[in-house]
Structures are given as structure tokens and as C-alpha cells.
């Protein structure tokens, strides 16, 4: 059902506003974090590896350490931000990772690399799953995958503008004190993020209570609605506290779930631009560092627009487990072909293919946990499984390059892409086929099971 052709003028008003106030804002500050942390992958091919003497494994373990930081303090952080308030807790940690962004301007060893990827990942701990419930706090859930596509589209959309932005960097060789391009770089993206992060701390507000611009009848009609959903939710889950997320069976799925998907991305992210770095050898072709910019960026022009078009469905219809499914098989099928295809072209398609798969599935994926979890639960269980997931950020980058240094490429360690977002659909079905994508609602006591919502699946 189209969720919105049935809103009162009110509603749509509110919606409205929301999206275009927050979601903007919150959109710039995850595309410097997602640049931030995937820099080092524009750097890999440009001067670092041989600057540091890395070999493929070591720069995958030095890419994949950031997450052991990010794991070790994400639902800390998390119940922070749910204690202190998103203002104040979000604002911290981009200040917090953009000093930590910078330092790496002057790294000079695989040791160094190694720690400050750490202490990045410590940094930067608790920011996207605080971004993801931040805005799930403003909406009622029919929006939210709207409102979480709008947010979803800057991870994308970091890559379209940032690789060819890294590529320009990159090409300013000696002009900043005489650094190498690769490290002025690491300095032109990391400044934003304290920036922005200052900013932030005045600019946003944690509830619709607080935000003037909104009207007072907007106020109350969303402020009505998330505790009407709210209360709805509580009614149906016992247990709302923190300890309840870790003791349930749904959100430990869902972490796994959602560990298939960012092993794809981040074995993209880290490996796509020494992969087209491959392309010279492999057909025989030249490239500049700015034109390898834009071939890194070719695949997420298509996964952004499918994005938004293929959440704006799961919005009108209302989310169907085939929505996550779907993307995840043909993510699965299309990576390990990419590097059999006969030509640059070919392989940038496939590749697409599965960039598109990705982002069509993770912000429909990210409206489940908040309709089964609330308040700290909710904080906790977002956090955890973002957590899980991102243990896919430490282990794909890892074992993408120790499997490339002992078979010598890249098509095993793309067959295990594969196999893990192969994992993510079976695993989504069996989630619905056990009714675990409930969703309560105000006007019952009973939650409407992905069985009843999805008969078709």
C-alpha cells in the first residue's frame, strides 16, 4: 500500500519538513564518515602501499583493524547517545574521528597505519547505527524507509563524488608543504569532519519537541504518533531494556543477515580501486589518477538511483521480505562473474550489479530492528547488529587480500563475496518464514507477522 497517498495534509507536512531539515544534514555527515574510513582504499594503488612497503594482506588487515575499534565500543556508544542525546553524542564522535583522520597525513609504517586505523574505528564507534535510530525517532515507521533511503543514498553517492574528489587530491603532489598526494589527501578529507561536527552540535535537535521549525500542530501530530508507536511496540515486546536486544533470537538473525551485505561492500569499497588498478596490465590499457577516480565511481551512479527507486517500492507497497532477497541473490551471482568478463567495461557492469544489489537492500533492511525494539532495546539492538555486521568490515578486506596473496587474484576471494550475500537471502527468508519482521501496531495488540504481510514470499 502506497503509505503516503493516505497521510492528512499534516502529516505529509511534517514528513516533509523532517526530510528536508535532517535528513540532508545527517546524509553529509555519514558520507565524511564513509569517506573518512574508506580513504585509505584511493591511497592503497596511489603511492601508499609501495610509500609503506604493504603487501595485499597487510593492507587488508590494516583496512579491516578499524572495525575491531568500532566493534569493541558500538553499543557503549550507542546507549550513550540514547542517554545524552544525539546532538551531543554525534557531534563527538566527528570531531573525535576527524583529529583521528587527519594524523594519517603523516603515517609512516605499517605499525603506525595499523594503530591509527584502530583508534579510528574507536573514534568513529556508535556514529551510523546513532544515525540510523537518530532518525528513526523522528518518523513513524511507514515513513521511515523513505526517510532512510533519502539518508542511505550519501554511502553511494560518497563514492561517485569522493573517488574522483580523492583522485584530484591525490594529483596535488608536493603542493601542501611537500607531501606526497596520497597523504594530502588523507588531510583534505579529514578536515570536514571536524567541521561539520562543531556545526552539528548547534544545529540538531533531539526530538520534534525541540524543533522550531517545525509548527506547533507538527509537533504534536509526530510527537502523538511515535509514542502512540511507541506504546504499541512496548505492548507487544515484554522487555524493553537493553538486556532485552541481546537476548533476542530476531536481532541476532537480523546481525547476521546484515553481515552477508557488508562483506560485499567493504571487499568493494577497499578493492575496487586496485582491482581497476589491475585493469592496465590485465587489457592492456593507461589510466590517470583522476580517470581511475571516475571508473571507481561508475558503479555507484546505478546503485544510487536503484536505491531510491527500489525503497520508493517498498514504501508504496509496504516492505516484502523479497525487497532484501532479491538484491542479495543477484549480489551473490553477479560478483564472482565480474572478474570473468573479457573486457574493463564488462566487469565495471557486474560490478555494478552488485553495488546496485547492496544498496537496494540495506535501508529497506534498516526499517526491522526499530519495529520490534524500543527505547534502549532499540539503542542496543541497532548497535549490536551493526556490530555483527561489522565484523564483515574487519574479516572481508582481511581475507580478500590474504586469499589474493596465496591464490595470486581476486576470483576466489570474490566467490566468498558471493557466498556470504548468498547466506544473507537464506537467511531473510527463514526470518520471515518464522514471522521474526513483525510489525506492531498502534490499533493492535497482535503484530502483524511477515507471513500475513507477505504471502507471496
Known sequence: MDTTSTASPLEKSAIRKVAVRLVPFVALMFFINYLDRTA???????????DLALSAAQFGFASGVFFIGYILLEVPSNLALHRFGARRWLSRIMVS????????????????????????GVAEAGFFPGAILF???????????????LFYLAQPLTTVIGAPLAGLLIQ?????????????????????????????????????????????????????ALASEKAATEKVEA?????????????????FVYFGFIYGLY???????TIIEGFQSQFDVTFDVFQKGLITAIPYVPAAIALWLWSRDASRRGLKTWHIVIPAVAGAVAIPLALFAGSPAATIALIAVTAMAIFSALPNFWTLPTRFLT??????????????????GFSAPYITGAVHDWTGGYQVPMFIVGGFMLLSAVLMVLLARRGATAVPTAQSDVPVTATAQDPGK
Open 239 to 255: 522487555k524493553h531494556d537493553w538486556k532485552s536486544a541481546f537476548r533476542s533470537g530476531r536481532v541476532w538473525m537480523l546481525a
Open 375 to 392: 527505547g534502549a532495546a532499540a539503542a542496543a539492538g541497532v548497535a549490536l547488529i551493526n556490530t555483527i555486521g561489522n565484523l564483515a
Open 267 to 273: 571487499a568493494l569499497a577497499f578493492f575496487l580501486p
Open 97 to 120: 574521528w576527524g583529529i583521528v583522520a587527519l594524523l594519517f597525513t603523516w603515517v609512516q609504517n605499517f605499525e603506525q597505519l595499523t594503530i591509527l586505523r584502530f583508534i579510528l
Open 172 to 224: 596535488q603532489h608536493g603542493v601542501f608543504f611537500g607531501l606526497e598526494g596520497w597523504r594530502f589527501m588523507y588531510f583534505g578529507v579529514a578536515i570536514p569532519a571536524i567541521i561539520i561536527g562543531v556545526i552539528a552540535w548547534f544545529y540538531l535537535k533531539d526530538k520534534p519537541a525541540d524543533a522550531k521549525w517545525l509548527t506547533t500542530e507538527e509537533q504534536e501530530w509526530l510527537t502523538a
Open 135 to 149: 532518525l528513526s525517532l523522528w518518523v513513524p515507521s511507514k515513513h521511515r524507509s523513505k526517510i532512510l533511503a
Open 40 to 50: 585509505i582504499g584511493f591511497a592503497a594503488p596511489n603511492g601508499m602501499n609501495d
